[in-house]
Every structure is written in C-alpha cells, then in structure tokens.
C-alpha cells in the first residue's frame, strides 16, 4: 500500500522560511508528477506546485511563484517544496500529491502557521 506523508510545517514569522517533505513509500514515486496543495480555514484546496516525474519541470500558482520552490529526489522517493518569504495568507494545511488530484495519492497533510 502506497503511503504519502509530509512533514515539515510549523509555526513561522512573517518573512521566514520553512521547508516541507514528501516522503512516498514504495517504488511508485519516480512514475508520478507531484504536487502540492494547500487548504486555509472556509476556502477550498488549492495546488500551488507541481513537478513532473522525469524532466522536473515545474510550475507554480501565481500567489508563490519567485518565493516557493519544489523539488524531488527521486532516488529517496521524497518531494520538497521550499517556501520563503512567507506571509499570514500562506498559513493553510499543506498536502503531497502524488499521481493527480482526481485518483491519485494523498498524505494527510502538515500545518504551516505564518504569524508574529
């Protein structure tokens, strides 16, 4: 059985930094595109990266573009995404994607707060 799990998120100050991982157990992970979502309280998920599984190509929501950056090792089957200068609006529940939205795989999620 697939399993996604992120980790990383925490509490962070306007302007800092954290970085969040995706760790995919079993062989599956170089096969699939990942992305990442994030979900704030009363709003819907929304993807803010993703990157595909062989080029590494990527892209990026308008609202994070030049301050988040993804990446993955496919040889650790691990994901990552960077995120600077982080503002209270980037505070959400964070989740990895991995294969698609519609029928993919899903962790369950980390926190990141952004507040002084």
């Known amino acids: 059985q697939v399993q996604v799990v992120e980790s990383g998120g925490g509490l962070v100050q306007p302007g800092g930094s954290l970085r969040l991982s995706c760790t995919v157990s079993g062989s599956i992970f170089s096969i699939y595109a990942m992305d990442w979502y994030r979900q704030a309280p009363g709003k819907q998920r929304e993807k803010v990266a993703g990157?595909?599984?062989?080029?590494?190509?990527?892209n990026y929501a308008d609202s994070v573009k030049g301050r988040f950056t993804i990446s993955r090792e496919n040889a650790k089957n691990t994901g990552y995404l960077q995120m600077n200068s982080l503002k209270p609006e980037d505070t959400a529940v964070y989740y990895c994607?991995?294969?698609?939205?519609?029928?993919?795989?899903w962790g369950r999620g980390t926190q990141v707060t952004v507040s002084s």
């Open positions: 994607n991995l294969g698609g939205s519609a029928s993919g795989y």
């Open positions: 990157i595909t599984s062989r080029s590494g190509s990527t």
